[in-house]
């Protein structure tokens, strides 16, 4: 699965998160990591589609209207605009797509029940009810003709303050190109239902949006908060029309993809990605792919033909959409091919060590889509000559070609996801033969850059001799991670063979099992598994660097916890966040089944569930407990600004569209 100690958490890992997220920090501030600056790749026809261009530096037109009373009601947001005007923006492919509206008017939210107690944590109020003088909207849908025909015919100028304002927001704060979302509608031969609403809110936070996209699978409406202090999402539910839910989704799925990958030495990562698609619904043109921001699209082509696409700028609202040259009926196939390249997907962390930063999206992947589709890859990677590259599915073949090691992988069977990870590993092998089934454990012949730092650091080398520092050594030895490298062959052994009996057998007939530089977090994927670097660090190690404190048990049982994803989220995968407790509290029951096997002392498996229970009721920093916070069904949105934790830039909330993939 995804990684399972990293931010967003589940309820059932609130606590934990932080103690991991603090070792990490301090692991990196220690460890003296270079930053890698992306090199910048021309675009042929990147961003030239002309209806796009006029989208993206759209402005106000010269049609306003004034509103008295009106009530413009949105699924289960209803607008009371009281007085003032509306002002629209200049018609794109003679589609009016926006207004502003300046005067005195009121939000409120009449949300399902199962968003009602959120709602009341962030508000404090049985009822949502914001004030503003100041709206910014974007919209496909009949907003323009139901403002239009609800005024009356207004002259004047709008202030544009609203209107920029929101543009700076998509662009800049939350990273999503909305101009490129509003061209899928515009260029579309079917009606489109997108509606947006920027408020500058008097109550409750000055930064607010009201997100309503049916192109999006799961929960189409969101209420999100974007200021510095309080942002997160407050409520998100699915659209409450039945006959609209049936309509809604992702506009295609893919079934194949055919991805060829270079990595140098340096760790730039060039590839060519030929992606077959089918179109869930008529009428589609523009089809959004999730990739890397910092991974450049060079071209893209179909028959032979070059496609526009769109790319903005890498630290801004990157998102990759490709422009076809007709619409697509539902059920039609249709194949693409990209080129890109870029670096900071992978990084190069010394001493033969590599760290695949981008897990999901290093290649172009399906945009808005949990583990709950399924397709097929074949892969070839380039990677640098005395290196080993492991990945998802099966080898086919190893060749070289002089300076770059080469491999073929072919998946076993349809994937949520692929992957892959490679080093200067050293291997180890055991094969089962009931099931029949090869594990094999890969650890890193020497330590990543950062571990001689951490060394550096903890013998006092490097601290002031001004009587504040003792300058005492701290022996941690060696830190050579391939000592235990058969004791993680023997847990996935165990594991396999555990697992198959209890549960049946898996979509795959191998495992790899992979150390990864990073501390915190461990992580799967179909056959692949990422095991966190201090794992394989001796337990004199991890007690000299701290690691060993309110772990509960974390060391023992994370390679079998992981290991149990290739049943529960990748054997059986899930379509939201809604159901992804259910893959995590499937794979912390299978391992505390692990526990009874692997440890002979029952009191370890009692202490693993007591100390799960402490993690629902114990409090944080700010007085709450996970089981107060809400539903597990609410994944990683139990963590916000008001329970102890919120991100910014582009981890929490940087497209409405886009799901927790991190797990516990």
Request: net charge negative; charged share 20%.
């Given at each position: 699965?995804?990684?399972?100690?990293?931010?967003r958490?589940?309820?059932?890992?609130?606590?934990?998160?932080?103690?991991?997220?603090?070792?990490?920090?301090?692991?990196?501030?220690?460890?003296?990591?270079?930053?890698?600056?992306?090199?910048?790749?021309?675009?042929?026809?990147?961003?030239?589609?002309p209806?796009?261009?006029?989208?993206?530096?759209?402005?106000?037109?010269?049609?306003?209207?004034?509103?008295?009373?009106?009530?413009?009601?949105r699924?289960?947001?209803?607008?009371?605009?009281?007085?003032?005007?509306?002002?629209?923006?200049?018609?794109?492919?003679?589609?009016?797509?926006g207004?502003?509206?300046?005067?005195?008017?009121?939000?409120?939210?009449?949300?399902?029940?199962?968003?009602?107690?959120?709602?009341?944590?962030?508000?404090?109020?049985?009822?949502?009810?914001?004030?503003?003088?100041?709206?910014?909207?974007?919209f496909?849908?009949?907003?323009?003709?139901?403002?239009?025909?609800?005024?009356?015919?207004?002259?004047?100028?709008?202030?544009?303050g609203?209107?920029?304002?929101?543009?700076?927001?998509?662009?800049h704060?939350?990273?999503?190109n909305?101009?490129?979302?509003?061209?899928?509608?515009?260029?579309?031969?079917?009606?489109?239902?997108?509606?947006?609403?920027?408020?500058?809110?008097?109550?409750?936070?000055?930064?607010?949006?009201?997100?309503?996209?049916?192109?999006?699978?799961?929960?189409?409406?969101?209420?999100?908060?974007y200021?510095?202090?309080?942002?997160?999402?407050?409520?998100?539910?699915?659209?409450?029309?039945?006959?609209?839910?049936?309509?809604?989704?992702?506009?295609?799925?893919?079934?194949?993809?055919?991805?060829?990958?270079?990595?140098?030495?340096?760790?730039?990562?060039?590839g060519?990605?030929?992606?077959?698609?089918?179109?869930?619904?008529?009428?589609?043109?523009?089809?959004?792919?999730?990739?890397?921001?910092?991974?450049?699209?060079?071209?893209?082509?179909?028959?032979?033909?070059?496609?526009?696409?769109?790319?903005?700028?890498?630290?801004e609202?990157?998102?990759?959409?490709?422009?076809?040259?007709?619409?697509?009926?539902?059920?039609?196939?249709?194949?693409?091919?990209?080129?890109?390249?870029?670096?900071?997907?992978?990084?190069?962390?010394?001493?033969?060590?590599?760290?695949?930063?981008?897990?999901?999206?290093?290649?172009?992947n399906n945009?808005?889509?949990?583990?709950?589709?399924?397709?097929?890859?074949?892969?070839?990677?380039?990677?640098?000559?005395?290196?080993?590259?492991v990945?998802?599915?099966?080898?086919?073949?190893?060749?070289?070609?002089?300076?770059?090691?080469?491999t073929?992988?072919?998946?076993?069977a349809?994937?949520?996801?692929?992957?892959?990870?490679?080093?200067?590993?050293?291997?180890?092998?055991?094969?089962?033969?009931?099931?029949?089934?090869?594990?094999?454990s890969f650890?890193?012949?020497?330590?990543?850059?950062?571990?001689?730092?951490?060394?550096?650091?903890?013998?006092g080398?490097?601290?002031?001799?001004?009587?504040?520092?003792?300058?005492?050594?701290?022996?941690?030895?060696?830190?050579?991670?391939?000592?235990?490298?058969?004791?993680?062959?023997?847990?996935?052994?165990?594991?396999?063979?555990?697992?198959?009996?209890?549960?049946?057998?898996?979509?795959?007939?191998?495992?790899?099992?992979?150390?990864?530089?990073?501390?915190?977090?461990?992580?799967?994927?179909?056959?692949?598994?990422?095991?966190?670097?201090?794992?394989?660090?001796?337990?004199?190690?991890?007690?000299?660097?701290?690691?060993?404190?309110?772990?509960?048990?974390y060391?023992?049982?994370?390679?079998?916890?992981?290991?149990?994803?290739?049943?529960?989220?990748?054997?059986?995968?899930?379509?939201?966040?809604?159901?992804?407790?259910?893959?995590?509290?499937?794979?912390?029951?299978?391992?505390?089944?692990?526990?009874t096997?692997?440890?002979?002392?029952?009191?370890?498996?009692?202490?693993?569930?007591?100390?799960?229970?402490?993690?629902?009721?114990?409090?944080?920093?700010?007085?709450?407990?996970?089981?107060?916070?809400?539903?597990?069904?609410?994944?990683?949105?139990?963590?916000?600004?008001?329970?102890?934790?919120?991100?910014?830039?582009?981890?929490?909330?940087?497209?409405?569209?886009?799901y927790?993939?991190?797990?516990?």
């Open positions: 699965m995804a990684p399972s100690r990293l931010a958490p589940v309820a059932v890992r609130v606590a934990r998160h932080f103690v991991y997220a603090i070792i990490q920090f301090l692991l990196m501030t220690l460890a003296d990591l270079a930053g890698i600056v992306p090199s910048a790749t021309a675009q042929s026809l990147g961003n030239s589609d209806t796009y261009q006029a989208l993206r530096n759209l402005t106000l037109g010269q049609e306003s209207v004034s509103v008295n009373n009106v009530d413009l009601k699924d289960a947001a209803t607008f009371h605009l009281r007085s003032g005007t509306v002002c629209f923006v200049a018609p794109a492919a003679g589609k009016v797509t207004a502003v509206f300046t005067g005195e008017g009121t939000l409120v939210l009449s949300v399902p029940p199962t968003e009602r107690s959120m709602l009341k944590l962030l508000t404090k109020e049985d009822e949502f009810s914001e004030t503003f003088s100041q709206m910014a909207l974007r496909t849908d009949s907003t323009y003709d139901d403002l239009k025909k609800a005024g009356t015919a207004a002259s004047g100028n709008c202030d544009a609203p209107l920029k304002e929101s543009q700076r927001t998509t662009r704060d939350l990273k999503n909305l101009e490129a979302r509003i061209l899928q509608d515009v260029l579309n031969s079917e009606p489109g239902g997108l509606f947006m609403a920027f408020i500058r809110g008097r109550r409750y936070n000055d930064k607010e949006l009201l997100a309503i996209d049916p192109n999006i699978g799961g929960e189409q409406v969101q209420f999100i908060t200021s510095e202090s309080k942002s997160g999402i407050w409520a998100s539910f699915p659209l409450s029309d039945a006959r609209s839910r049936d309509q809604a989704g992702t506009r295609v799925s893919i079934d194949h993809q055919q991805l060829d990958t270079k990595i140098e030495s340096n760790a730039e990562l060039t060519r990605a030929t992606t077959t698609f089918v179109s869930r619904f008529n009428g589609t043109r523009v089809v959004p792919f999730d990739l890397f921001p910092t991974l450049r699209v060079q071209s893209v082509t179909a028959d032979g033909a070059s496609l526009p696409f769109i790319q903005e700028d890498k630290n609202d990157a998102d990759f959409a490709v422009i076809l040259p007709k619409a697509l009926a539902a059920g039609q196939l249709y194949t693409l091919t990209t080129t890109y390249g870029g670096k900071d997907a992978v990084k190069n962390e010394g001493n033969g060590n590599y760290y695949p930063v981008s897990r999901m999206n290093w290649f172009p945009s808005g889509v949990e583990f709950g589709e399924f397709s097929s890859y074949d892969m070839t990677f380039h990677i640098p000559k005395g290196m080993k590259m990945a998802t599915g099966e080898l086919v073949s190893e060749s070289n070609d002089g300076g770059h090691n080469i073929v992988w072919k998946s076993e349809p994937q949520t996801v692929a992957g892959f990870n490679f080093g200067k590993f050293k291997l180890q092998e055991a094969k089962l033969a009931n099931p029949q089934y090869l594990v094999q650890a890193n012949q020497d330590p990543p850059s950062w571990v001689q730092s951490l060394k550096q650091a903890a013998s080398d490097d601290l002031p001799t001004d009587g504040l520092h003792t300058g005492a050594a701290v022996a941690l030895g060696t830190m050579n991670t391939t000592l235990l490298n058969k004791k993680a062959l023997a847990e996935g052994e165990l594991a396999i063979q555990l697992y198959t009996e209890y549960f049946g057998p898996p979509l795959f007939k191998h495992l790899q099992i992979t150390q990864q530089s990073a501390c915190n977090f461990g992580q799967a994927w179909p056959g692949l598994v990422w095991i966190p670097i201090c794992y394989y660090f001796d337990t004199t190690v991890r007690h000299q660097l701290g690691l060993d404190l309110a772990d509960r048990g060391w023992t049982v994370v390679t079998p916890h992981e290991v149990a994803h290739q049943w529960w989220g990748h054997t059986v995968g899930f379509s939201s966040y809604r159901d992804q407790w259910m893959s995590e509290g499937f794979s912390d029951m299978s391992a505390s089944l692990y526990l096997v692997a440890d002979k002392n029952p009191q370890r498996y009692v202490d693993f569930w007591n100390d799960e229970r402490s993690l629902l009721i114990d409090r944080n920093a700010q007085g709450f407990r996970a089981i107060d916070a809400g539903p597990v069904t609410m994944g990683y949105r139990l963590s916000n600004s008001r329970t102890g934790s919120t991100s910014r830039g582009g981890s929490s909330i940087p497209k409405v569209h886009t927790c993939t991190c797990y516990a």
